[in-house]
């Protein structure tokens, strides 16, 4: 007959098992990277202003032309001193963020022009080199004063077409949503993750992949959503931050 206060032999067998170390370092800088990233587009940053979105925007379309057409070092050099007379303005913390975006931009456009700069031709890559900076230099200082909602509405002053802006209104939207669900996959692989993992780049694939399922699903959710409602293909931009 079965004695119901004896356990079971292997509930009072003493467990030895002790897991592999593994260095999940690439997790820890996915989610850093993407809170970085999220944190970008969410922070309300008092410098970030919707005033005069529309001339920032007329402006920052005048100066990238005016350096693509320029034939002459002169007018990129008086434009850089414009800008950093402008930079110099801001808070210390963004022009941080500014300078180090631009290092590692600038180093990406060396490399590239570096097969160029060891075939002798010198005077051109440097004219590249500081059309590039100063076009950087402007774009980027655009993106860090100018809020997004304030871009879409600066473009609409243009008469861009209502789908441009509403395809790119809701990027910068699904951004920080998917992001967020990002965030949770990678927060979930990491706490279920025991011992040494072989196969780091499979599940990575794997969260790329439910990422990419989630946008599809998220974009037929709109769909349905935006014919139920009676959308007639005018776009209302938002004033709201």
Known sequence: MLNKNVLPT???????????????????????????LLNYFREDNTERRE?????KTAALFLVLMIVACSRQSMIPIVLLVIILVRISLLS???IGTLFKKLLLEELCTLIILLPAYLLG?????IRILLKITVT????NTFAATVRWNAITKG??????????LFTFDLAIKYIVVLGDECIKMLEALKIRSIGKSKSKGKEQAHILAMTFIK??????EMYHAMVCRGYSGEYRKSRKN
């Open 215 to 220: 946008s599809k699903q998220m974009s037929e």
């Open 51 to 55: 005033r005069a979105a529309e001339i």
């Open 136 to 139: 950087l230099l402007y774009v």
């Open 155 to 164: 473009l609409s002053k243009f008469h861009i077409p209502d789908l441009f």
């Open 10 to 36: 292997w509930m009072t067998t003493k467990e030895d098992y002790v897991p592999i170390k593994d260095n999940s370092i690439y997790i820890d800088k996915s989610l850093l990277k993407l809170f970085s």
């Open 121 to 125: 031709h010198h005077i051109a890559v």
């Open 92 to 94: 210390g913390k963004t």
